[in-house]
């Protein structure tokens, strides 16, 4: 028999199946990915700023309040800083690092540093006054009313603040995980600042836990992040999410006593399956589970047990699967920007199969066992989808591909560049560049974009934002993916 034949009998015995690899640069697209977010800086930009259109904007920030809430990032195409977000993407960031940082090019784990760190120079900021964290600057509806440049802004920057009188545990709490996980990035090559980001993680916690409250819940608060950053799921996830990123980032058994002794009342055994901004729950399964699956901690059992289930909501063939998917073979949930849950789930599926593989575990989901290659594999699918594999034949991602959406939802990049137009562009004059159907003058490179509809349509629309408006959170948790799929372009041999 020729040798070509005993390999593919070997292949049929052993019951595996090849598909084929996609052919997609992961690591351009993991590039392009970290590269975005200095498209969406706000302060002072640094000598190095590599998206050369953009230029200084915001920085009297704070100065309403006294302080110095300069920097920081827009959360999306317009020009507001929300915390609640803005600390979600610092902690996905973050997490990307933890776990997939060892495969990424040196120079792209330094430029994922930075964007980390542009994040958390200002999340300390939030948290340098005692009694209260700054959670938000500029007043949505004024900001949304223009369409101009961050560096031309002149609409309100009001600042917004939480305290034991107003209470925000969600803010605070997402805040504390976020400096806790950065805390781990910066661990070896800078451990002062490493200390300095777990020590205010811990305050910042401890605040969220004291004061309990949804900041969504006061009045004053609700005009300012209503209903963009609204707290619809309460804050009693981002109490647990906080606690178990302080016990990760710094192995205190206090965190653990917490989360053991706070869960059933917070809410763990919801068992919801959602992950995001607002909602942690299907995130902190996971996060959790690794200590139960590598360290045995009996009393965390039933968070892998949620992981579990989770994961078999997310498997087709499970029988208890009931997550929606497109015609193309997208993740969908109603609402708009789609991939902000395609990105952080797929990212939970990459993860999750880390800490199977590691711990030699699979999921039960009734009639089959998952292993953790077909959950790499469901994560392929949808990264692939991303990147160019799908019915419109489009990549979502700004910059890669040959066809990629050109009209997104972004003031800056619409409008022409500082850099080329330095005459002020005021706050009514910009709304015939919103009108155009030129494309936009400053490709927002790395952008991935709301994503089409359940149809698998996208217009290419600058008006419909929930299709094609990017933010911070959709590109932070697809960093850990793309790192994993740039050193693992070719997972498609799976067992079945």
């Known amino acids: 028999m020729k040798p070509w034949c005993l390999l593919l009998l070997l292949i049929l015995l052993l019951g595996l199946s090849w598909t084929q690899a996609s052919g997609h640069d992961y690591h351009d697209a993991l590039a392009k990915s970290i590269l975005f977010f200095e498209g969406q800086r706000s302060g002072k930009l640094p000598p190095e700023q590599r998206a050369q259109w953009r230029g200084d904007s915001a920085l009297s920030d704070g100065s309403e309040a006294g302080v110095d809430l300069t920097g920081g990032y827009y959360d999306a195409g317009d020009n507001v800083k929300f915390g609640f977000p803005m600390a979600f993407t610092t902690t996905m960031l973050s997490w990307s690092v933890v776990e997939f940082g060892e495969l990424m090019p040196a120079e792209e784990l330094q430029n994922v540093a930075v964007a980390i760190r542009w994040a958390t120079d200002y999340l300390l900021k939030t948290v340098s006054h005692p009694g209260l964290v700054f959670v938000q ?3 949505p509806v004024s900001d949304h009313s223009c369409w101009e440049r961050p560096e031309d802004m002149d609409t309100a920057r009001t600042v917004y603040s939480v305290s034991a009188e107003r209470p925000g545990s969600e803010v605070a709490a997402e805040t504390a995980a976020a400096m806790a996980a ?41 005009a300012g992040v209503c209903p963009f950053y609204c707290d619809f799921d309460g804050y009693q996830d981002e109490l647990l999410w906080g606690a178990a990123w302080l016990r990760r980032a710094s192995q205190n058994d206090s965190f653990l006593s917490y989360i053991q002794n706070n869960g059933k009342t917070l809410g763990a055994d919801d068992n919801i399956n959602e992950f995001g901004w607002d909602n942690k729950h299907a995130g902190l399964n996971v996060l959790v589970s690794k200590e139960f699956m590598e360290g045995q901690v009996l009393s965390l059992e039933s968070y892998k047990e949620f992981a579990d289930s989770f994961m078999c909501t997310l498997t087709p063939e499970s029988s208890s699967s009931h997550i929606q998917y497109t015609p193309g073979g997208l993740l969908y949930k109603p609402g708009g920007s789609n991939m902000q849950h395609v990105t952080s789930i797929s990212f939970l599926l990459l993860t999750y199969a880390k800490y199977l593989s590691k711990s030699s575990q699979t999921v039960n989901c009734g009639s089959i066992q998952v292993g953790p290659a077909s959950l790499q594999l469901q994560a392929k699918k949808q990264i692939d989808y991303i990147l160019g594999d799908n019915p419109m034949k489009i990549s979502y991602m700004v910059g890669y591909g040959d066809r990629y959406p050109e009209r997104i939802h972004h003031r800056a990049s619409s409008l022409p560049s500082i850099s080329s137009h330095l005459q002020f562009i005021a706050c009514q004059d910009g709304s015939n560049y919103y009108k155009s159907r030129d494309p936009n003058p400053n490709p927002q490179i790395g952008a991935v974009v709301g994503g089409p509809g359940d149809d698998d349509i996208y217009e290419d ?35 079945t």
């Open 137 to 139: 600057v500029g007043n």
């Open 182 to 222: 950065a805390s781990m990035v910066f661990r070896d090559d800078d451990p002062d600042y490493s200390r300095e980001l777990l020590e205010n993680a811990v305050r910042a916690f401890e605040f969220a836990d004291t004061c309990k409250g949804a900041y969504s819940d006061d009045p004053g608060l609700k």
């Open 461 to 495: 629309d600058r008006a419909d934002f929930r299709k094609s408006e990017p933010t911070t959170y959709i590109n932070a948790p697809l960093v850990g993916a793309l790192a994993y799929f740039a050193a693992n372009p070719d997972a498609g041999l799976v067992l």
